[in-house]
């Protein structure tokens, strides 16, 4: 059972290796009895390493762990320099098939809060999340989710793809549920810090602020697109929220679900392709962290523009993604570039 409420925050090095080392001793433990020899062993091991890196955690501002690199940006805007964050998955990586290491455990084993997108964004994280200390708060716990079916046009959707859950996990891409994400993370960032809550209040507001602005901007550049060309055919079903909120239609994804990590089979390829075909689709987009390949097989056998969008990650820098509003700013004016040409 994850903890409920955080512990008080430490300031003395010692104190907090020591209540480092104590904690992930009895954690590896514990485990040992319900696991396999082998497992017992690499158990050990993680242990031991663990136990080496516990002294580097002890800092006197807040240790925060966010799951993706987009949620990071919205907490590193909240948190700013009154918190230490560290982001589980690097810039590029695609969350439904990332490999957690040890370095993810220490840094959840030692936060004051762990924040994670939810929704479904972090299945089979389970193991790694039952090491938290701290508070673990799934930003997506609430909002009014897509589901998976009707979300598309062209009707067809095996049932292997059902597996990964019914419920889109893509919030981030409709600015006013990440609004809903800021008024969370401050929240809770000032029930563990109060004598930060103006600073924490005063970066939210100005988060407010911005999000609302790129919410209009959308709205505007929308609106210069011709309606009957507002559809969308993506690598994934990743944008069905952006779908919602300005007006689109998520004709069809390659694989008709949510995650990346799913085969689509013959039936579902030659359905999609009469699709794009029928609605006269002028563009695929497929995110910069999945593999194109059936994306551009689409794309060839339809004669349309295949055509890179952020989804999953940020970019490094001068990529044109570095923050969450660079990203959703490039997507927009990448889709609507090509749906107006």
């Known amino acids: ?202 970066r939210e507001a100005e988060l407010a602020a911005d999000l609302a602005a790129l919410d209009g901007w959308i709205v505007a550049r929308v609106e210069e697109i011709p309606v009957e060309r507002r559809v969308l055919v993506t690598d994934h079903l990743a944008f069905g929220y952006f779908a919602r909120r300005y007006g689109f239609r998520q004709i069809g994804a390659v694989i008709p679900g949510f995650s990346t990590l799913a085969e689509p089979s013959a039936r579902e390829m030659a359905a999609l392709i009469d699709a794009v075909r029928a609605a006269d689709a002028p563009a695929v987009f497929v995110g910069t962290t999945a593999n194109p390949t059936l994306s551009a097989t689409v794309a060839g056998e339809t004669g349309t523009r295949l055509v890179a969008l952020f989804t999953g990650s940020l970019s490094g820098p001068g990529e044109g993604a570095e923050t969450y509003l660079e990203m959703m700013r490039t997507n927009v004016e990448r889709i609507a570039a090509a749906l107006t040409e």
């Open 1 to 202: 059972m994850l903890p409920t409420s955080p512990p008080s925050r430490r300031t003395d090095s010692e104190d907090a290796a020591g209540s480092c080392a104590q904690g992930l001793t009895g954690r590896v433990v514990r485990r040992r009895s319900a696991v396999g020899l082998r497992a017992r062993g690499s158990l050990l091991v993680l242990g031991l390493f663990l136990l080496g890196l516990c002294g580097a955690a002890a800092t006197d501002r807040l240790r925060v762990v966010s799951t993706t690199t987009i949620v990071g940006d919205v907490i590193r805007r909240i948190g700013g320099e009154n918190i230490d964050l560290h982001v589980i998955l690097p810039v590029g990586a695609d969350p439904h098939g990332y490999t957690l290491t040890p370095q993810d455990l220490v840094a959840v084993s030692d936060a004051d809060l762990t924040f994670m997108n939810g929704a479904g964004l972090e299945a089979g994280w389970e193991n790694l999340l039952s090491y938290a200390r701290g508070r673990v708060i799934s930003l997506s716990d609430g909002l009014p989710l897509v589901e998976l079916d009707g979300e598309t046009d062209h009707g067809v959707n095996d049932d292997e793809h059902e597996e990964e859950g019914t419920s889109d996990p893509h919030v981030w891409f409709d600015p006013t549920l990440v609004q809903t994400w800021s008024w969370k993370i401050r929240e809770a960032l000032s029930e563990i810090d109060p004598g930060h809550g103006d600073d924490y209040a005063a």
